[in-house]
Protein backbone atom coordinates (compact mmCIF):
# COMPACT_ATOMS: atom_id res chain seq x y z
CA UNK A 1 0.00 0.00 0.00
CA UNK A 2 1.55 3.58 -0.99
CA UNK A 3 2.18 5.48 2.13
CA UNK A 4 -0.04 8.79 2.24
CA UNK A 5 1.53 11.95 3.83
CA UNK A 6 -0.99 13.24 6.17
CA UNK A 7 -3.29 15.65 5.42
CA UNK A 8 -2.04 19.36 6.27
CA UNK A 9 -3.86 22.78 5.70
CA UNK A 10 -1.12 24.29 3.35
CA UNK A 11 -1.00 27.19 5.56
CA UNK A 12 0.34 24.89 8.61
CA UNK A 13 2.60 22.53 6.58
CA UNK A 14 6.77 22.83 7.65
CA UNK A 15 7.56 23.07 4.38
CA UNK A 16 5.42 26.09 4.09
CA UNK A 17 6.78 27.32 6.96
CA UNK A 18 10.02 27.19 5.79
CA UNK A 19 9.43 29.01 2.61
CA UNK A 20 8.15 31.53 4.62
CA UNK A 21 11.02 31.53 6.72
CA UNK A 22 13.26 31.91 3.76
CA UNK A 23 11.80 34.86 1.85
CA UNK A 24 11.65 36.79 5.57
CA UNK A 25 15.56 36.45 5.29
CA UNK A 26 15.78 37.11 1.82
CA UNK A 27 13.99 40.55 2.92
CA UNK A 28 15.84 41.19 5.75
CA UNK A 29 19.05 40.37 3.98
CA UNK A 30 18.56 42.85 1.36
CA UNK A 31 17.52 45.51 4.19
CA UNK A 32 14.18 45.96 2.53
CA UNK A 33 11.22 46.74 4.77
CA UNK A 34 7.62 45.24 4.73
CA UNK A 35 6.77 48.51 3.27
CA UNK A 36 9.66 48.13 0.97
CA UNK A 37 8.69 44.37 -0.48
CA UNK A 38 5.54 45.23 -0.78
CA UNK A 39 5.68 48.20 -3.00
CA UNK A 40 8.25 45.88 -5.43
CA UNK A 41 5.73 42.95 -5.33
CA UNK A 42 2.45 44.92 -5.93
CA UNK A 43 1.36 44.06 -2.39
CA UNK A 44 -0.07 46.17 0.93
CA UNK A 45 2.13 46.09 4.09
CA UNK A 46 -0.03 44.46 5.45
CA UNK A 47 -0.66 42.01 3.10
CA UNK A 48 3.54 41.17 3.85
CA UNK A 49 2.86 41.25 7.22
CA UNK A 50 0.03 38.67 7.00
CA UNK A 51 2.57 36.54 4.97
CA UNK A 52 5.24 36.80 7.19
CA UNK A 53 2.91 35.67 10.15
CA UNK A 54 1.60 32.39 8.14
CA UNK A 55 -2.04 34.23 8.20
CA UNK A 56 -2.47 34.71 4.18
CA UNK A 57 -1.06 32.74 1.91
CA UNK A 58 1.68 33.56 -1.02
CA UNK A 59 1.29 32.32 -4.11
CA UNK A 60 3.86 31.46 -6.75
CA UNK A 61 4.16 34.60 -8.94
CA UNK A 62 3.96 37.14 -5.45
CA UNK A 63 6.78 34.95 -4.50
CA UNK A 64 8.90 34.84 -7.55
CA UNK A 65 8.88 38.49 -7.28
CA UNK A 66 10.05 38.69 -3.72
CA UNK A 67 12.91 36.47 -4.68
CA UNK A 68 13.43 39.58 -7.43
CA UNK A 69 12.99 41.98 -5.29
CA UNK A 70 15.74 40.83 -3.06
CA UNK A 71 18.05 40.12 -5.81
CA UNK A 72 18.73 36.80 -5.19
CA UNK A 73 18.67 34.23 -8.04
CA UNK A 74 14.98 32.42 -8.43
CA UNK A 75 16.83 28.87 -9.62
CA UNK A 76 18.80 28.68 -5.89
CA UNK A 77 16.39 29.89 -4.29
CA UNK A 78 13.33 27.29 -5.20
CA UNK A 79 15.91 25.05 -5.30
CA UNK A 80 16.47 24.35 -1.50
CA UNK A 81 12.46 23.12 -1.60
CA UNK A 82 12.55 20.83 -3.98
CA UNK A 83 13.38 17.42 -2.28
CA UNK A 84 11.50 18.47 1.21
CA UNK A 85 8.15 16.94 0.05
CA UNK A 86 9.80 13.29 -0.67
Known sequence: MESQK??????HDPDYHR????????????????KAIAHEIGLTQPDVS???RRERR??????L???????ADPA???????NSGK
Not at 20 to 34: F, G, N, P, Y
Not at 65 to 71: S, Y
Open 19 to 34: IIDALVSLREKAKLSQ
Open 76 to 82: EFFTQFT
Open 50 to 52: KIE
Open 65 to 71: RWVWATD
Open 58 to 63: IDILEA
Open 6 to 11: QSISSI
